[in-house]
């Protein structure tokens, strides 16, 4: 989507935080009585302006838009930008000889077109508009091209593959007091601290951390990281470096390890930002730019940006220049000083404050995304004497990413057959911040109380499993009273999951099987480890045939279940996992186990243990090999305690392993 500004007779286009859709312009019914466009460039990149005329010339030269646009006959060769040349090659088709003839230009570029103009007269006015490329290809330096960056140099770690993500917004995550006075949540480092005993006991193992450093309110009208005014100093709000220390040191006594989430394309403008909704809306959503204006009242002026210019490739707040990413200045990747600073500023976090990764948002600026992931060779590289870390990418992946496959299909294993080969982790996200984008409040949760579809997608799956706290209990969602449905402001009240406020009650008492049922999933795959890990290269995954039988009447047909599947290490160890999505019935299914599939005998008189490891108060049972090909359970309905899921273990060894004690009391 893409969010869309009026302000001071400007017209400025941005994007949401997380997508990088190109906002295609505006209206032209929204600048139809302005005349906001001259040759000395009062109107940004992406408007449509009101054409005017001015004395013929042959060849001619000006700023337009924050361009500056040198025109000779019909070839164009460079654009400068803000004193600094950012040459693209094409070739113009038209004339411009005649004063008052309207001529249309379109410029090319090696890949794509990047923009299309419009020239009334010789030195007349230039209509700018977007056209299927994005803003970054259009303003970088296109002579220098992207790094040639085809992975990542450093390899992750080995605890990568037994991730289980859980992304925690520490302002709402916790409530100290209450909302906060901004109505921005108040949770800091220290109150998130209290809840380690929570989070060791739900499973996860692995804490993503959306807010930690200095930002404000540029989003949706709450404090959010992705407003960030710098990343190398953190958020008063939230505590000090030393309770950031603490915070680290204690989830890592309780095995979970930290990622901090870095905005790779910038910082906002001001140092904080108050934003009103000012105009219209004609009966749409506020993200619909056509239908909806807003006013930006600036803040202080960024110091940070004042102090360090030449980081960004633009430096002060936009006054007729194009706009940044978000309306934000965007990083400059190719500048030393800038890239030094940069990796200075994350070694620190990892060598000082003890991280162990870092989740990448976009990359959706300006630069390069190839040299954007570039950069995270330089900073593992700096790091490696201290530790390995992991790192993964929104919309790129680096060692993985947040957004690899989703939960779906109904045959995870041939899911597994088909992914993409040398890839050793992925993610399946179910839940992220961004749920509700520019939306009104709802439950936009992924998991949504469905034990089957956590279980055969995440828990028990060949993925690493990421998902938004509160997810794990279905929560409904209550949302900070700050909170904005239009992306800088306006709109009335918003659903962005960010902003949600952890309802702890409802974990505690109203949600607590589901959390329970959660909990023991994540204990399963903790504990079965050496079968049930993401790491895709040395995993084995396949499909069991099976049929199925209800008596539900409203049942999906056979073919829309959800195909058993079996986690294995040869002639060892045979994990089984079967679903049940139905929430009205229970469902029979009978599998064709077939052992030798597994690196076991062919004999089919030969016996094996089936222990239920779902529900471990069942006996385990000896089964013949013969039988294993027709063996029947009955999952009951899902969305209740305990149900949705079968999970087998089949050995041949007498003993197996021994659970850790008070495990079933516990959960």
Sequence with gaps: MCCCLLASNRIVTAMSPSNSIVCMGVLLSLLADLDVFSRNGNA?????????????????????????????????TSIPLMGTPYYKYGKGKGSTTNGNTYVSFTFEATKSIIWKGQFVGGCASIVLSMDKHTYQQWIRDDTKGPTNWTGPSVPPPDWTENLVMYEIAPRGFTSPNGTGVTGSGSGTFKSLKQKIPYLNSLGITAVWLAGYCKANTHFFSIWS???????????????????????????????????????????????????????????????DSSKMTFEITKGVPNPFIAAHGDYFFHASYPNGTAAGKWLMADYNYAHPAFMKWWVATWSHYVTDVGVDGFRLDGPNGISFPSDVMAAWDQIAAAVKSTKSIAVFGEMERYHFSE????????????????????????????????????????????????????????????????????????????????????????????????????????????????????????????????????????????????????????APPEGNY??????????????????????????????????????????????????????????????????????????????????????????????????????????
Aim: proline share 6%; net charge negative.
């Design 44 to 76: 940004p990149f992406g408007a449509v302006a009101k054409p005017q005329t001015i004395t013929p010339c042959a060849n001619f030269s000006g700023v337009y838009s924050g361009v500056r646009v040198t025109q000779t006959d019909t070839s164009l």
């Design 225 to 287: 990281v992705y407003a960030t005014e710098r990343p190398d100093v953190l958020d008063p709000s939230l505590g000090t470096e030393a309770d950031l220390k603490d915070l680290v040191t204690a989830l890592h006594k309780a095995g979970i390890k930290v990622f901090l989430d870095v905005v790779t394309h910038g910082v906002t403008f001001s140092a904080f930002v108050n934003t009103t909704s000012k105009v219209t809306s004609v009966g749409a959503s506020p993200s």
């Design 403 to 554: 957004h690899d496959d989703k939960p779906q299909g109904t045959d995870l294993a041939l899911n597994f057959q088909n992914a993409a080969p040398g890839n050793c982790f992925r993610s399946v996200m179910f839940s992220c911040h961004d749920g509700g984008f520019d939306q009104g409040p709802g439950n936009y949760y992924g998991i949504k109380g469905s034990r089957a579809r956590f279980a055969y997608y995440g828990a028990f799956g060949w993925h690493i499993p990421v998902f938004f706290s509160g997810d794990e209990a279905n929560l409904d969602p209550v949302f900070l009273p700050a909170l904005q449905k239009g992306c800088y402001s306006g709109g009335g009240p918003g659903g962005w999951m960010y902003g949600s406020q952890i309802q702890w009650a409802q974990i505690v008492h109203d949600k607590a099987a589901m959390v329970q049922d959660v909990s023991h999933m994540l204990w399963l795959r903790r504990n079965h480890s050496d079968v049930l890990h993401a790491n895709t290269c040395t995993a084995n995954v396949t499909s069991i045939a099976s049929t199925f039988q209800t008596t539900d009447v409203h």
């Design 562 to 667: 959800l195909m058993p599947y079996a986690r294995f290490l040869p002639g060892a160890k045979v994990i089984v996992v079967a679903a049940n999505p139905l929430n009205t019935s229970g469902l029979n299914v009978t599998m064709n186990i077939s052992v030798p599939t597994f690196g076991f005998s062919d004999n089919l008189d030969s016996q094996y243990q089936v222990r239920d490891l779902w529900n471990s108060n069942a006996p385990t049972i000896d089964v013949l090999a013969s039988a294993l090909q027709r063996y029947s359970i009955v999952i009951p309905p899902d969305q209740t305690a305990r149900g949705g899921v079968a999970v087998l273990e089949i050995s041949s060894r007498a003993a197996l392993r021994d659970d850790a004690p008070g495990h079933d009391a516990a959960r």
